[in-house]
């Protein structure tokens, strides 16, 4: 079984972050592990508060999965203020894996600021050129560029503009803003295009995470960057087409949608 590893935030209520990550992991058939950064007290309507994880536990916890276990995919995402990045940083330099994919975690569902303001230009210098593949939602590169995003071909330049930064390959999804719900992926040479269909919910907690973590899983069991991305999309547009009305805000996807429905095999 190939192994994937969540350095990411916990969400106690289950739908995003860690929670989300390796329910993901589960249902594309990769071993998930994690590595907690910050602990946020939310649920689906509202986020109480977030409290970091020391740097230097952030980095033992790395050391404890590289020494002992293979990696075959690494998803970051929620880094909530510098020190954070800059202890993922180095130790993602220190063991260079293979497959990683980050998700610039900024906002909550509800508006709650995830990441200091202060912190994006470190997330910029530190983070970004880490990445294989950077997961953009629209909002999310509108503060890495600093210009507005409406159509496309503004996805197309900000794609392009981000992957300057130092990612790899940078993937701007438009499910905020764009009507047929397209995703915009730069590998570095040329454009490639994912469109879906809106689908009519409130329940849409943790997609971003439960997004890059199947693209993460699919890296790890060897698919390549284009095929990993449309299989990704297929799987977390199901698990919104599905997804549970839990919580009086908004609900979680349904990771594990076809198991509920088909149970386990005999």
């Given amino acids: 079984m190939k192994q994937a590893l969540s350095i990411a935030s916990s969400d106690c209520s289950g739908g ?19 590595v907690i950064v910050s602990v ?4 689906t309507a509202r986020v109480i508060g977030v409290e970091d994880i020391s740097p230097t536990m952030i980095a033992d916890q790395i050391d404890a999965i590289f020494e002992d ?52 230009g470190t997330l910029i210098q530190e983070i970004l050129p880490l990445a294989d593949l950077l997961t953009p939602n629209i909002p999310e590169a509108e503060v890495l560029i600093q210009k507005k995003i409406l159509t496309i071909a503004d996805m197309q330049e900000a794609a392009k503009a981000i992957c300057l ?37 409130k329940n849409t907690h943790g997609t971003g995470c439960t997004y890059s973590s199947a693209i993460a ?3 790890a069991l060897g698919t390549d960057m284009v095929e990993s991305i449309r299989k990704a999309k297929v799987y977390v547009t199901e698990a919104i087409e599905h997804a549970l ?5 908004c609900g979680p996807t349904n990771h594990f949608y076809k198991l509920y429905k088909q149970g386990l095999t005999q």
């Fill in 245 to 249: 009305e839990l919580g009086k805000g």
């Fill in 16 to 34: 995003a972050g860690i929670q989300a990550d390796l329910k993901t992991f589960a249902a594309n058939g990769v071993y998930g592990m994690s």
């Fill in 217 to 219: 899983a699919n890296l």
């Fill in 165 to 201: 930064m130092g990612p790899k390959a940078v993937l701007v999804k438009g499910g905020h803003r764009i009507e047929d719900v397209t995703d915009v992926l730069y590998d570095g040479k040329k454009f490639h295009h994912f469109s879906g269909h809106r689908i009519d919910t």
């Fill in 40 to 43: 946020v007290a939310e649920n």
């Fill in 69 to 120: 276990i293979p990696v075959d995919a690494v998803k970051i995402g929620m880094l909530s203020k510098a020190p954070c990045m800059i202890s993922v940083a180095k130790k993602i330099r220190q063991y260079a894996p293979k497959n990683v994919v980050i998700d610039p975690v900024m906002v909550a569902k509800n508006g709650y600021s995830l990441m200091d303001e202060d912190a994006v």
